[in-house]
């Protein structure tokens, strides 16, 4: 009894300091929010700070929506755009090529696999120029096309796929091929329904990076009408430094989506993070 005691102590404890490391994460975001339904005169006197509004406010969200030159709409649909065709792109060839890689054998196979967690390691800032000189070559700048035309590809989504698919039994793709099924048939109809959690798990990923990106649409991106939220966002604090509530207005929603995308997709975020894949 005395060592299952200890035993419920000690994950309580780890409970406890789960839960106390969670808060402190939450708590810069927490007071983003709060922080944009305050006056301008609340957050600058330093007499009346507190971490709750005083003089609840919505005058923040209704000066950045009536502001003409800042339509939050296009610049939605331009961030929506490239997020999402990138995870649709990074998930299939990702996917593809995790499967290939996984349960075909063929020459080369390990260099090939080799190279792809090289090309992991290799700083973006070094391939940037490169991909603009690209991309210019295209006449591929100043549209978003550019910014999906050279990430169909991922090889982080490579490797994670290719490490879950190895958990997948050989017997349940012979008995495919014993139907009569072809590999397509096999990829579309066995290997992915197997893969859900995984796949939903990158592809939340892929959409936050490319959500979040800011230094890649800075360079590729000119025309103000083409560009995505967080360069936005840059511009519109740069034009209201004095006014941090419009600043923490701004950035609540441009961050909102993502934690609209994680609370829907969460079941399926932490069903991958918990399957034992990560094997072989």
């Keep these: 009894m005395t060592q299952q005691k200890r035993r419920m102590d000690s994950k309580l404890m780890v409970y406890v300091l789960l839960a106390l490391g969670g808060l402190l994460t939450l708590l810069p975001f927490a007071w983003t929010i709060l922080a944009s339904f305050k006056t301008h005169a609340e957050i600058i006197n330093p007499s009346a700070q507190s971490f709750f509004p005083r003089e609840f406010t919505t005058d923040n969200y209704t000066t950045i929506f009536n502001d003409e030159s800042l339509p939050l709409e296009r610049f939605y649909l331009n961030s929506s755009l490239i997020a999402i065709i990138n995870v649709i792109t990074n998930t299939f060839t990702s996917a593809l090529f995790g ?16 190279y792809i967690l090289i090309t992991m390691m290799i700083p973006f800032q070094l391939t940037m120029i490169p991909s603009y000189l690209v991309l210019l070559k295209f006449d591929l700048t100043n549209n978003l096309l550019g910014m999906v035309a050279l990430s169909w590809v991922n090889a982080f989504g490579i490797f994670l796929m290719r490490q ?7 017997e ?39 959500w979040n990106a ?42 909102m989506p993502i934690l609209i995308l994680y609370m829907v997709m969460n079941r399926w975020v932490v069903r991958g993070f918990s399957l034992s894949g990560l094997k072989g």
């Design 99 to 114: 499967y290939v890689f996984a349960k075909f054998n063929f020459r080369f196979k390990r260099a090939l696999f080799s």
């Design 164 to 170: 879950f698919m190895l958990s997948v039994p050989d």
């Design 172 to 210: 349940l793709l012979d008995a495919g091929r014993v139907d009569g099924a072809n590999e397509w048939q096999i990829f579309l109809r066995i290997v992915l329904p197997q893969m859900l959690a995984p796949l939903a798990t990158f592809g939340v990923l892929v959409f936050i990076s490319n």
């Design 214 to 255: 800011y230094l890649w649409p800075l360079i590729v991106l000119r025309d103000v009408d083409v560009r995505t939220l967080p360069i936005i966002l840059t511009w519109y604090n740069d034009r209201h430094t004095s006014d941090v509530g419009l600043q923490m207005a701004a950035s609540v929603l441009i961050v």
